[in-house]
Every structure is written in structure tokens, then in C-alpha cells.
Nanobody, 125 residues
Framework: QLQFVESGGGLVQPGGSLRLSCAASGFSADYYGIGWFRQAPGREREGVSCISRNGGSPKYADSVKGRFTISRDNAKNTMYLQMSSLKPEDTAVYYC??????????????????WGQGTQVTVSS
């Protein structure tokens, strides 16, 4: 059965960094991408980044390009999101989840499935 466990969130000052982790198991054969989305109160869910299970270039939302880096460790079944130059607008609960394909179009469409409990990221002075 599919399971995602997010961790690594916390409170950080603007300009700081955080590294989020996602321990995953039980990927569905019907989906070929894995990624992160975020949700803040009063704001629309936003796809942040994704990476293909088997090759392909990582994708990023325009709002985080140049600041966030997604990576994976297949041996450990773990995905990471390295976040730097954090801004108050990055404050949200971050979730990892499956997606059908890791493509810019699909990321922007916001089609994510089977996410975990999420981890809170707060960027504030």
C-alpha cells in the first residue's frame, strides 16, 4: 500500500534554508512522477516541483525556480526538497505525492495523488 511521510519543516527567517524529506513506499504502477505541492490558508494549492521515477529532468514552478532543488535517493525510497532563499510567501504546508507524469504542464495543472500528512514551513522574521 502507498505511504508518504513528510518531514523537515520548521520556522526559518527570510533568506534561510530548509531541507524537506519524503519517505515513500508502495508506488502505483499507474503513475510515473513524484513531487511536492503546497497549501496555505486562503490560497490555491500550488504544484512546487516534481521528478520522474525513471529519468527525465526535474520540473519547478516559476515561483521557486532557482531557489528550490528536488532530488531522490532510490535506494532509500526517499525524495528531498532543498529550499533556499526562502520568502514569506513560501509559508505553507508541504506535501509529497504521486502524479501521472512529471511535466511542466502536469505540474501546473496540479494533479497530485495519495499525499501524506504534510510538513509545515513557516518563513517569518
Amino acid at each position: 500500500q502507498l505511504q508518504f511521510v513528510e518531514s523537515g519543516g520548521g520556522l526559518v527567517q527570510p533568506g534561510g534554508s530548509l531541507r524537506l524529506s519524503c519517505a515513500a513506499s508502495g508506488f502505483s504502477a499507474d503513475y510515473y512522477g513524484i513531487g511536492w505541492f503546497r497549501q496555505a490558508p486562503g490560497r490555491e494549492r500550488e504544484g512546487v516541483s516534481c521528478i520522474s521515477r525513471n529519468g527525465g529532468s526535474p520540473k519547478y514552478a516559476d515561483s521557486v525556480k532557482g531557489r528550490f532543488t528536488i532530488s531522490r535517493d532510490n535506494a532509500k525510497n526517499t525524495m528531498y526538497l532543498q529550499m533556499s532563499s526562502l520568502k514569506p510567501e513560501d509559508t505553507a504546508v508541504y506535501y509529497c505525492a504521486q502524479m501521472t507524469y512529471c511535466l511542466d504542464y502536469v505540474l501546473n495543472q496540479g494533479k497530485f495523488y495519495y499525499w501524506g500528512q504534510g510538513t509545515q514551513v513557516t518563513v517569518s522574521s
